[in-house]
Structures are given as structure tokens and as C-alpha cells.
């Protein structure tokens, strides 16, 4: 795409539809008169009255405890320089959609005509009643240092000049975790940082915290040295200037130096500087768009090089995202009087910290990564981590808490963390509570496609985080091979070949030609069919000799759900086995079932799978209310699935009186539960909307749920195969990893019921849920 058509899309993005990037949302009903008396006059009088007696309430009665303030003065607006306050709006309305998606913090963007100091500091100190906090933005040193210092003394509330401390934290964790990797201490490397603006400055001070030590850090600025015969410098600047004599120029500061950082402008780096630099160097060349060396140059000059820039197409991008808005998350949520330096340094060994544990799979797919892991290329977190906001938040208020800035105190902090990851609508706790089981009991896991690189990264993620013990079935050199050139570390794991005569194989042939001898296979038959993989590992599981089987990513769902009836066959009292789906939404788990292995159920074969859905979602400590879908209300349409769906509610009502089902119905009335009462209030579902539905044939409930997946953004965790006796699960065709890991974690935990016995039937007896 030529430079013309990127800019007409910039300003096609900003300004087509609605203009802007924003927008105020209501958070409480307007339907009616009623509400809005509420919300305004004569309603809205208690909270002010309220709010009068203690201004404290202000927290509790209005959005100022979840509000923050970006504000500026247009004088250094990104790489454009001072172009206004007006010309500055798309960035702050961008920086508030920024906390918004990351943080849910709400924003009112703030441009103000105020150039000098008293200007500006009086005009934020005006609205310190309406802001839970303020995050400074673009404005032009030397004046954001004292604007911030006065703002942070003469205000209650969290005060940050982002772009001062943002780039400070996030490259402080990099340089921590960059040092560490090339095996250098902090308080011995030779630092040089060209640029001395606001950034480059905090960064300093950042790094100073850390360990560097000043006598040890060289800054220029564009007239060169920072050095102490030097009068042109400010008392700020004049902080870092050094007593060396022998450095004159950028060159002469490069060689034997351990590290660079640039705030400064585009290629003043040469490959030359570079090789000139002590082994093992790191280089954060963090100007923006155009780094003061090329990553490319710079890589093919030093093969030893650890290498950062601002640049989101390059490794270990130093990006202020990973930090303000978890920053401003923390102190808001205990209600800080100010970020602290106790703080932003929690911050930063917080992100430097987490870049080292498991990179969740979301994130490799995110960025095109099959193995991303802690390493000269990835130095901190991702910008798309969701981690980041219980990591980098909680430690910040763990830190203004025990600073004493805080006039909130947290004390259950498990509480407050699955606070943070439902303001993302990361509705996952089931999910977490899964995986928490799996892991106090992990089981061996049999891999009947484990010569697929989506398997065996499945595998080292649950085998890595505890969740399961993996069993390998295929072609030894074939894995082996993937692992190799994925980087994967399953050196340790069982892999099986079942076509070159593995151990148990006539004790599996025997059984399956017993079994089926009367059912059209041969003995022959029966030890061609188990080198079969998915055979033998379903037999790996009938014999005790593997405890759960997962398959079906690259074949179809009959194919590999045969051999599991042929040879583990149904649970005692199940006419058929189901496929059920739960699909996570950001309003909780709805179940959908049959939606993989009936195609179109009888009555009596619909109440069957309903009766196995409804006991299987117990298990997950959540009350089903079942609805039978179809495309009538009631029998206010005939037709085969009305007239099927009504004789299946009305067995279900005679022979399971405690089931709380109702039907038939379309989706819509089961779904809302206002719409229901005012046109059907008969109906048993009235109250509370459905969350288990019942697909009259597997054509709607296969389009249901994948529409909801992919245009809805719900995350589809199936399908979970209900009615066997021993926990065998196939995945959909082509699952992404993540999905294998919610089915590994799900067979786990079905493992762990089936071995103590438990009942009845369903797939799980007690799931810990807070």
C-alpha cells in the first residue's frame, strides 16, 4: 500500500460514520420515565445530598472512582511537534480508547488552550472534583517536568506525565530482563542515552532506581554532550552531565558500552558504533516511527546483540501500553493520592517478571509466533497479554497500599484479580476453576494426532502448566522432527507408534475382536483397525493404561468417535452419547447441545440428550434452565420440529418434574427473559433467562454455535462428549491450540470423576466454584 492510500485510510478511520473514536455510553436503563427520573431531576437529588454530608460518596454514587482525565496542551504532540491543542484531539481520544480496551478505565480527553505553567496547573486543579485521576500527555519539556511536580503536590489524586514515566517503566523492565540475559549487572554497565527530553530524562532516573549507576551514564542532547561545562543546560539537564573529557561525540560514548538507549531521532546510529560496543550489548533504539538504527542493520552488525525499539513489526517493542493503563487500574482501584516512585518501580519488575513465565497461546496466535518464550527476543510482554492487568494493577496497588498513599485497602487480593479479568469480559472464570482442578490431580492424556504442531504445543502448554501428563501416538521421527523445529521441550514424553508393533498390542487386538466378532470384524480386521491411532489409544484407555483420549483435529467427527463406542463403549443407563458446547459470553456460560453427534433425534431420542445435557451442566455448579428451541412459540407455528420439540417439553414435564424446561421456543424469547414474561408468563422459564438450549437437530445447533463463535466473539469450549464410560473428546476440525487446552483441561477433569465412581451420568460430580 503506497504512503497517499495509508494516509486517505487514516483519515477515512477517523472520520466516516460517527466522527471520532469515541463515544459517553449510559451504564443504567433510559427506557422509561421512570429511569430517567432517576438519572436526573428528581431522582438524582439522594446521591447529591448524600455526596454533600460526606464527599467521600463521591466514589460510590458516580463514575469518578473509574475516570481519568487525559489531558494537553498540543506543544509535543507524538513525532508532529507543537501543532495545538485542537490538532491534538485524535491522540487523546486515542489514548482514552486505550484505557477503555485495556484497562476499562473511562476517559474524557481534555485539550486546553494553556501554554504556561500557572495556566495549565490551574486549569487541572479546577477539575480535580470531576477525575479519579489524570494522565498528562504531549506536552514539551521543560515545562511537563514542572508541571507535573506541581500538579503531584498540590493535588489529592493521581497525577502521571506518561511520557515522561511509561517509556521509563516499560524500557526499565526490558533493560532488567536484557541485562540478565547477556549476563551484565546493572551497577557495573557503561550506559549511553542520546536524547534528553522528557522521556529520556525519566528514563535516567528510572534506571538510576534500578541500579545504573550516574557515573556510569553518558546523555547527549541535540547539541551534544550533557557535560558539566556545558551552560546552556537547565538544572533537570545539568543532573546528568558527566566530568568525562574524553567523550566529544556519540562514537566516542559507543565504544566499550554496554548499553544504548535512544529518545532521540531516526538513523544517528551506524553499524560502526555498534560493533564498537562491549560484548553482549543491548541497544533500545526507541525513536519512532524511524529507530535511530535499523533493527535489520543493527542484528547483521553485532549477531550478539539484544535489540528493542518502539515498533510493534520488530521484536521486544518498548510499547507504553504494557504500563499506564494497569498503572492507573491499581491506583484507582484503592483510590491512591498519587503514583509514587514506589509504584511505577512495582511496575516495572511486575512486567519484567511476567515476560518470564508461560506465554499464553492467545498471544503467540496474536502475533504470528509459534513459540514465543522468555529470551533475546522477548524481553517483556506482549501489548495483547491479558495478563498484564491482574500482574502490573495488583502490584501497583499492593505498592500504594503498603507506600500509605492508598485510602482503600485491598485485602482479598483473589478477589480483586478476578475483578480485573472480568473488566476485560474475559468471562472464563468456569474455565479457571477447570483448570485449577485439573491441575491438583493431573492424568495422562493419549494424543492420537501428535505428528501436528497444534497437538504438541497443546501438549507442552498442559504438561508445562501441571494441567496433564501427555501420551504421544504417531510416527516417532515425525514428531520428533516438529518438536525440533518448534523449539518444544517434550524430550521427556512417551511417544507411541502403533503400526510398528507396540507393547499391550495383541491384548488390544484380542479385545477388540472379541468385543465386535459377532458385529462384521475379523481378527484380521481387528489388528489392521488397531494400528489404527485412534484404536489403540482409545484401548490405552479401556485397559487404565492412559487416562483420557483427545483426537479429531484433522479427521471428521464420525471417524474418530467410532473406535471410542466400538471399544470403551456408553455409561451404564445411557441410550446415546451427545455433543454439548459451552459457549463462554461476556453475560456467562450458555450450553448448546446436540451440536456434533445427532443428527436428527427422535422425541424420545431428544429427551434422551436433554436429560444428559441438564445432569452434565450440574456439574459445573450452575442451575440449568433448559429451553427447547425451534421456530415457533408455543405452537404458534406447525410443522415436524414445533410438533417435536413440544411432545419432547411435555415428557420431560411428566417424567423429570424438578427440570426447570420449557419449549418450544425461539431463541430470542429464551434468551430474554423481560421479552418472555410480557408475552408468554406462563412459560416455567420465566424469571431468569435460559442457559442451556437444546438444538432440535444437529443443522441448527452446528450453525448456532459457530455463528455465535465468530460473528458473536463468544469463545466455544467442545465439543464435550457426554455418555461414555471413559473420557474420550474430539475436537472440532482445526481447533486453535487454545481450544485443545480448554478440551485437555475438560478430559482431565472428566478422568477425575470416573475414577472415583462418581454419578450420575454426566462428565463432572463436584467442580469447585467460588
Known sequence: MNKNNRKQDALNYHSQGRPGKIEVVPTKPTNSQRDLTMAYSPGVAEPCLKIAENVDDVYKYTAKGNLVAVISNG?????????????????????????????????????VNAKSVDDFVNIVKALEPTFGGVNLEDISAPTCFEIERRLKAEMKIPVMHDDQHGTAIISGAALMNACEIQGKKLDKIKMVVNGAGAAAVSCSKMYLSLGVKKENLVMFDINGVLSQDRTDLDDIRMEFATDRTDVKTLADAMKNADVFVGLSAGNVVTPDMLKSMAKKP????????????????????????????????????VNNVLGFPYIFRGALDVRAT??????????????????????????????????????????????????????VSMAVAKAAIDSGVARKVITDWEGYAEELRNRLGTNDKLLRNLTNKAKQNPKRVVFAEADNYKILRSAQIVKDEGIATPILLGNVDTIKKIMRDNDLELDDVQIIDPREGCEHMDEYVDFLFNKRQRRGITLYEAKK?????????????????????????????????????????????VNRVAGMYMMITPKGPVFFGDTTVNVNPTVQELVDITVLIERSVKRFNIAPRVALLSYSNFGSNEGEIPEKTRETVSILHKNYPDMVVDGDMQANFALNSDLLADNFPFSTLNGKPANTLIFPNLESGNIAYKLLQEIGGAEAVG????????????????????????????????????????????????????
Not at 511486575?350 to 509466533?369: D, G, H, Q, R, T
Not at 474418530?560 to 471399544?567: D, N, R, V, W, Y
Not at 455418555?723 to 476440525?733: E, F
Open 75 to 111: 506543544t509535543a504532540v507524538l513525532g508532529l511537534g507543537n501543532i495545538g491543542p485542537e490538532a491534538s484531539k485524535p491522540v487523546m481520544e486515542g489514548k482514552g480508547l486505550l484505557f477503555k480496551i485495556y484497562a476499562d478505565i473511562d476517559v474524557f480527553d481534555l485539550e
Open 282 to 317: 543491548v541497544v533500545f533504539a526507541m525513536a519512532n516511527p524511524v529507530p535511530e538504527i535499523d533493527y535489520d542493520l543493527a542484528i547483521n552488525a553485532r549477531e550478539d546483540i539484544i535489540m528493542a525499539t518502539g515498533r510493534s513489526d520488530f521484536p521486544n517493542q
Open 338 to 391: 498519587a503514583i509514587n516512585e514506589e509504584m511505577k518501580i512495582a511496575a516495572t519488575h511486575a512486567i519484567a517478571e511476567m515476560a518470564k513465565k508461560p506465554v499464553p497461546e492467545a498471544v503467540n496466535l496474536a502475533y504470528n509466533i509459534t513459540n514465543l518464550k522468555f529470551g533475546r527476543d522477548y524481553i517483556i510482554p506482549k501489548p495483547m497479554d491479558q495478563r498484564l492487568i491482574t500482574e
Open 529 to 573: 483397525l488397531m494400528t489404527d491411532r485412534n484404536y489403540y489409544g482409545a484401548s490405552m484407555v479401556q485397559f487404565g493404561r492412559a487416562d483420557a483420549l483427545i483426537s479429531g483435529l484433522t479427521k471428521n467427527y464420525v471417524t474418530t468417535i467410532k473406535p471410542a463406542l466400538q471399544i470403551i463403549g456408553t455409561e451404564e443407563g
Open 719 to 770: 465439543p464435550i462428549l457426554l455418555g461414555l464410560k471413559k473420557p474420550v473428546h474430539v475436537l472440532q476440525l482445526g481447533s486453535s491450540v487454545r481450544e485443545i487446552v480448554n478440551m485437555i483441561t475438560i478430559a482431565v477433569v472428566n478422568a477425575q470423576a470416573k475414577a472415583h465412581d462418581e454419578k450420575p451420568v454426566g462428565i463432572f460430580e463436584k467442580l469447585i466454584g467460588k
